[in-house]
């Protein structure tokens, strides 16, 4: 399952689940240098980076915000 931190509130993560609810996590939980708008995967309880999946959704977001101001 692909999940996003939304964001880091001191020594906590939220995290977003594709429903939309959120949860929070304990940064040592996380993989070193998890920062806000990272996908990761979560397996059995065990999270990684998902690299391309962040550069994606990090590309698809320009793309549309570029969109909006070329109109």
Same mark, same amino acid.
């Given at each position: 399952? $692909?999940?996003?931190? *939304?964001? $880091? ?5 939220? $995290? ?7 949860? *929070? ?18 397996? *059995? ?27």
């Amino acid at each position: 399952m $692909i999940v996003v931190v *939304d964001r $880091i509130e001191e020594d906590y993560a939220v $995290i977003e689940f594709s429903d939309r609810t959120t949860k *929070d996590y304990k940064l040592a939980e996380l993989p070193a240098g998890t920062k806000p708008g990272d996908c990761l995967n979560l397996e *059995d309880g065990v999270f990684t980076l998902n690299s391309e999946e962040t550069a994606k959704r990090e590309k698809n977001a320009a793309e549309l915000l570029n969109s909006l101001w070329e109109k």
